[in-house]
């Protein structure tokens, strides 16, 4: 089982940039999948960014172009690299796992119920 701890929610206007930092422990590996997910308010939760092997990775619509999402497997962590931040981008941020190794971008999943291991979620607000 991994352990999924995020970091670096906060509360930034519109516009602006935030890093968000996922540490794993436990049962690691360097070829999980890796993903980030969110969720506002009365809404589900959504797939933002995910990364498989390599640099394989894989966007939402909603957020190409504007977040990057990378792994440092030395350190076992996870970072999503949010710019132009939009209201409609906030929520809470949580980071998933699962033991699965993908070979290209298009197989990486992007969808919750395709994740084992979850964190608790780390809160950004997007203010106008």
């Known amino acids: 089982q991994v352990q999924l701890m995020e970091s670096g929610g906060a509360s930034v206007q519109a516009g602006g940039s935030l890093r968000l930092s996922c540490t794993a422990s436990g049962y690691t590996r360097s070829n999980n999948c890796m993903g980030w997910f969110r969720q506002a308010p009365g809404k589900e939760r959504e797939g933002v960014a995910t990364?498989?092997?390599?640099?394989?990775?894989k966007y939402s619509d909603s957020v190409k172009g504007r977040f990057t999402i990378s792994k440092d497997n030395a350190k076992n962590t996870l970072y999503l690299q949010m710019s132009s931040l939009k209201p409609e981008d906030a929520g809470m941020y949580y980071c998933?796992?699962?033991?699965?190794?993908?070979?290209?971008?298009?197989?990486?999943?992007?969808?919750?119920?395709?994740?084992?291991?979850w964190g608790q979620g780390t809160q950004v607000t997007v203010s106008s």
């Open positions: 998933a796992a699962n033991a699965r190794a993908y070979f290209s971008s298009g197989a990486l999943p992007l969808r919750p119920h395709e994740f084992d291991s």
């Open positions: 990364a498989g092997v390599g640099t394989f990775t």
